[in-house]
């Protein structure tokens, strides 16, 4: 399956903005499951300095802002052919040990909800079957409801509510496989969905690390594993380390962020 992705996120600001950076992860790599068949990134109201590979082998893209700019427009567009690999993708690779994804984040923290949720999951069963359960476990646990939550939410707040987005389930499985000493990590990328191109965010999902087959992904909100729509682009603990935009700014007034995503297949 060949899939063309087009992403545009636009910050629109109160007052100019007298100096800014940002980190783009929004360049996606080849590997087992996609090949990347060309991608640009066009930057309106900055430019790009450098980029560099972060911990997680994630290309990092540093822009700065124009002195006095009031609205800031990245768009990415490119063509990825995909293939099957039943959610699986492969040795763990890169600069970070597999001992790193136990370690807790502020997002995916385990309060008495989770550990209760992990502690429902059959232990008699192999790794591979635990997390399919907790996949399932998670999607009916949480009501898929965009507008519920917000990016500072943790795993147990999601929990708890009872509703949120992919990002917050995401977070949910990753704390919960790590409660099952499961190496786990964030993932973040672009779904097709056939009869909807026109999104208007990205989509998030999970990845565990499992004994003979290496990471393995999980996504919570469609509960199943990614097949040939899902498209990877960064991973991380959590969000914070996969965002696709991340930075800071001079100056106190307010933002507007508008995203539009558009996967067709080819």
């Not at 929990?159 to 993932?187: E, N, S, W």
Request: aromatic content about 8%; charged content about 20%.
């Amino acid at each position: 399956m060949r899939l063309k992705i087009e992403h545009t996120t636009r910050y629109d600001y109160d007052e100019p903005v007298s100096y800014a950076l940002q980190q783009l992860r929004l360049t996606p790599k080849s590997h087992a499951s996609q090949t990347i068949l060309g991608w640009e990134t066009e930057v309106t109201g900055g430019k790009r300095e450098l980029f560099f590979e972060d911990s997680h082998r994630n290309r990092v893209d540093l822009i700065s802002f124009e002195p006095g700019t009031e609205v800031i427009e990245v768009r990415c567009r490119g063509e990825v052919e995909m293939t099957e690999t039943h959610g699986v993708i492969g040795a763990h690779g890169g600069f970070m040990p597999l001992w790193m994804f136990l370690r807790t984040t502020p997002h995916t923290r385990a309060g008495n909800g989770i550990r209760h949720l992990a502690s429902g999951i059959e232990t008699g069963g192999s790794d591979l079957d635990r997390l399919h359960a907790l996949n399932t476990a998670i999607h009916d646990a949480i009501a898929f409801q965009p507008g519920t939550s917000n990016v500072s939410w943790t795993a147990e707040d999601a929990l708890t509510a009872g509703t949120g987005v992919c990002q917050d389930m995401a977070h949910l499985f990753i704390a919960a496989a790590r409660v099952l000493k499961i190496p786990a990590r964030y993932c973040s990328g672009y779904l097709y969905m056939e009869g909807n191109d026109q999104q208007d965010a990205a989509h998030a999902w999970a990845e565990a690390h499992v004994e003979g087959l290496g990471w393995v992904g999980f996504d919570p909100a469609n509960d199943q594993s990614p097949d040939m729509r899902y498209v990877r682009v960064a991973t991380g603990l959590d969000y914070l380390e996969a965002a696709p935009v991340s930075g800071m700014r001079h100056g106190a007034g307010g933002e507007r962020l508008t995203v539009h995503v558009e996967v067709q297949q080819q």
